[in-house]
């Protein structure tokens, strides 16, 4: 739980990750062979058998946050958004800049009052070019005396919580940090559990833009097998349709935009589930990928599969878990690397 609230309120942005990369390094002392590539992704190395096949398992580090792009004369900071977001869950929303100092400024993304919206107005979202943020100032002057400047990291701002039933977990950048925390999880759940590979837990950077970390950490590592940890859509609300759920177990993604998983590794991934009571659910997104986009593609290929926790008001300033899901993916992470050996491994590639 601590692994997950810190990584919570850590910040990093696609190309800013540097804050959670020195806590995944921190976490990760002592239990691997640490490196990075030469983006910034940082991969742990844990030997289980020399000769093994190589399992890379990767979170990526980045969350949906903003860049600042100018300052008004009336101290307004203006910015761009780095990752994707919906216009309408930002206004009135609290975030946090930080400069190249390493100070953090407060700031609320202002909006107009309700009293004088235009008919037009109201009948449409205000779009990001449009928005500025308030660190309450008087003028530009005062806020380049605060450090501001264009690239600035911002991020949302907000405290991590457990909710009325303590395992809804409340906190930003679950996307996608709970990959990261499993996968540092995992690796420390093996040192004392005899592995009959190589295991690599991967915090990757800028996966919000474009898979681009795991494109280079993968090339680095050459894996045998690809297993992308990341967050998709809870469609528990009112009216939705069930595909996922939180408590229901971690989502098997047979399908999105960036990869069609390998049958042959998801149907093996699905029997490790139902012989350990390991809850999941099958899933796919029309929209949207992860990690193993980049990683079924490196080198010569490499079976993937991406798990995927399941997150209620994905790419918002605000989130919801649930730690029975967190749980059943770490589990199963465990039981996959315990058990891919190099025949498995050979059957899974070559003859399911």
């Known amino acids: 739980m601590n692994i997950l609230k810190d990584m919570s309120m850590l910040n990093g942005i696609p190309g800013n990750e540097k804050e959670v990369r020195n806590y995944m390094k921190l976490q990760m002392d002592g239990f691997a062979e640490v490196s ?7 991969i742990g190395e844990k030997i289980g058998a020399k000769n093994g096949p190589k399992i890379m398992v990767a979170g990526h580090m980045d969350e949906v946050g903003f860049m600042v792009t100018t300052i008004t004369d009336e101290g307004y900071v203006k910015f761009t958004a780095a990752g994707g977001w919906w216009s309408q869950v930002m206004l009135a929303q609290q975030l946090n800049i930080t400069t190249s100092s390493g100070a953090v400024v407060r700031g609320v993304i202002g909006a107009k009052a309700p009293h004088i919206l235009t008919p037009e107005e109201r009948k449409k979202p205000v779009e990001i070019k449009d928005m500025f943020i308030d660190v309450g100032v008087d003028d530009k002057d005062a806020a380049i005396a605060l450090g501001i400047k264009p690239g600035d990291m911002v991020t949302p701002y907000i405290e991590y919580k457990e909710l009325s039933n303590p395992k809804y977990l409340l906190g930003k950048a679950w996307d996608n940090r709970v990959g990261c ?14 592995h009959p590979n190589r295991y690599y837990a991967v915090g ?20 045998d097998i690809g297993i992308a940890l990341d967050t998709t859509i809870a469609f528990d609300f009112p009216g ?7 408590g229901k177990g971690v989502g098997i993604m047979f399908k999105d935009s960036s990869m069609v998983g390998h049958k042959g590794l998801r149907d093996y991934t699905v029997e490790l589930c139902e012989k350990h009571d390991i809850p999941y659910q099958l899933t796919y ?3 949207g990928g992860t990690d193993g986009g ?3 593609l490196a080198t010569d290929g ?12 994905l790419h918002s300033h605000t989130s919801i878990v649930h730690k029975d899901d967190y749980d059943a993916m770490v589990k199963l992470v465990v039981k996959l690397v315990e058990t891919l050996d190099q025949e498995t491994v050979h059957n899974i590639t070559y003859e399911r």
């Open 36 to 42: 990075f590539d030469n983006l910034g992704s940082i």
């Open 181 to 194: 925390a499993a996968a540092i999880e995992v690796l420390q759940q093996l040192q004392d559990t005899p």
């Open 204 to 223: 990757t950077v800028m996966e919000e833009v474009g898979l681009r970390g795991a494109a280079t950490s993968a090339h680095k590592i050459n894996p």
């Open 240 to 246: 939705g349709n069930k595909n996922t759920q939180l």
């Open 285 to 287: 997104l029309e929209r």
């Open 294 to 296: 980049a990683m079924h």
């Open 302 to 313: 490499a079976p993937s599969i991406a798990l995927c926790l399941p997150v209620r008001y």
